[in-house]
C-alpha cells in the first residue's frame, strides 16, 4: 500500500491573524504529522522568526515560510508552493479554516483505500463572526458528487484534498477569476477525476459577510470560470458568458455565485426580447383591462 505524504499549502500574503489557530489545529491531527509538511506562501509581511514560532505551535520541524514576491496574487502563490512541495496529497487551505482532528486521518484513509477517489472533499462547520447575531453557526451538508453541481455552483466548500497527479493535470490556479477554486475543481472534473463527498465535518470556517466588490464583480468572475473551461459547459452558458463580459443587455450576472444553465440563459434570452418586442407593456395593459370589467359590468347593471 503506498504510503502518501501530504502537503499543506495555505496562502498568507497579507498576514492573518487567524493563521496560528490554523496551525494549532493542524498541530492536533490524531495521526499523520510525521507525513506532513506545511507551507506557507507570504511575503515580507512575515517575520523572519516566523517559522520558528509556527514549528513551535504545531510542534514539527517541517512547516516553511516560502516567500514570494511583493506583486503575487493569490493564485500564484498557491502555484508556486505546489512547485515547491514534496506531498503525493495536496490541500489547499485559508488562514482562517480549523481542522478537525480526524482530518488527516480520514484523508489519507481515503485516498490510499479508494484508487477511484482523486479529489476528496467533506462537510464542514459554519461558525458565525463575533457580533453579529444574524448569522447562526451549524453544520453544512454538501451534496454528493454531480458534474451538473459543479458546474452551476461551487459544492465543494472549505479544505478539500486532491492527489498531485490530478493538480498536474490542470493548469493551476488562475488569475482572472477570483472564483480560482471553484475554477480549478472544474478543471479537474474535466480531466475525468473521481471526486469523494465525505459525510462528516473535517473542518470549519467563519461566514464572511459578501461585501459590495464581491456581488459587483460576481459575474464577470462567473463568466472567466465558463470561458476559462469551455469544453466542460453547454454552448448556450458559453454564449451567455460571452455576452456579459461584452456587455449585451440581455445578460445578466444572474444568482449570486450560480451559473446558469443552459435552460436559465435561455429563458433569460427570451424574457429580455419579450421586454424588447413591448411584450410586458402589453401583458401589463392586459391586467388593467382585465381589473377594469368587473366595474364596467357593474356599472352597465
Not at 451538508?141 to 453541481?149: E, I, K, M, N
Request: with cysteine; aromatic share 8%.
Amino acid at each position: 500500500m503506498t504510503k502518501h505524504y501530504v502537503s499543506i499549502i495555505v496562502s498568507d500574503l497579507e498576514a492573518n491573524p487567524s493563521l496560528p489557530r490554523l496551525l494549532q489545529s493542524v498541530a492536533r491531527q490524531s495521526t499523520g504529522l510525521e507525513r506532513t509538511e506545511v507551507i506557507v506562501a507570504g511575503g515580507d509581511v512575515h517575520s523572519a522568526s516566523s517559522e520558528s514560532l509556527w514549528s513551535a505551535i504545531t510542534g514539527m520541524d517541517n512547516v516553511t515560510l516560502l516567500r514570494v514576491d511583493a506583486d503575487a496574487t493569490p493564485a500564484s502563490a498557491r502555484n508556486r508552493a505546489v512547485e515547491e512541495s514534496h506531498g503525493s496529497l495536496l490541500a489547499f487551505l485559508r488562514p482562517d479554516y480549523r481542522l478537525d482532528p480526524k482530518y488527516l486521518t480520514t484523508a489519507i484513509s481515503v485516498f490510499e483505500d479508494r484508487a477511484e477517489a482523486d479529489v476528496m472533499y467533506a462537510d464542514y462547520i459554519r461558525l458565525a463572526p463575533k457580533h453579529d447575531k444574524s448569522i447562526r453557526p451549524g453544520m453544512v451538508q454538501l451534496p454528493d458528487f454531480d458534474d451538473g453541481l459543479l458546474h452551476s455552483r461551487n459544492i465543494l466548500g472549505p479544505a478539500v484534498m486532491m492527489r498531485r497527479e490530478t493538480f498536474d493535470a490542470t493548469v493551476g490556479f488562475r488569475d482572472n477569476t477570483v472564483y480560482r477554486d471553484w475554477d480549478l475543481w472544474i478543471q479537474a472534473a474535466g480531466a475525468g477525476a473521481g471526486f469523494l463527498h465525505v459525510d462528516y465535518p473535517l473542518s470549519s470556517c467563519e461566514h464572511a459577510k459578501v461585501s459590495f466588490r464581491e456581488r459587483a464583480e460576481d459575474g464577470r468572475c462567473k463568466a472567466m470560470i465558463v470561458i476559462n473551461n469551455q469544453s466542460c459547459f453547454h454552448i448556450h452558458t458559453v454564449k451567455w458568458a460571452l455576452a456579459y463580459l461584452r456587455g449585451d443587455s440581455w445578460a445578466h450576472a444572474y444568482s449570486f455565485m450560480v451559473i446558469p444553465t443552459a435552460m436559465e440563459v435561455t429563458r433569460m434570452m427570451h424574457e429580455y426580447h419579450m421586454q424588447q418586442m413591448g411584450t410586458d407593456v402589453l401583458t401589463r395593459k392586459a391586467i388593467r383591462q382585465f381589473d377594469l370589467e368587473p366595474h364596467t359590468i357593474q356599472a352597465s347593471r
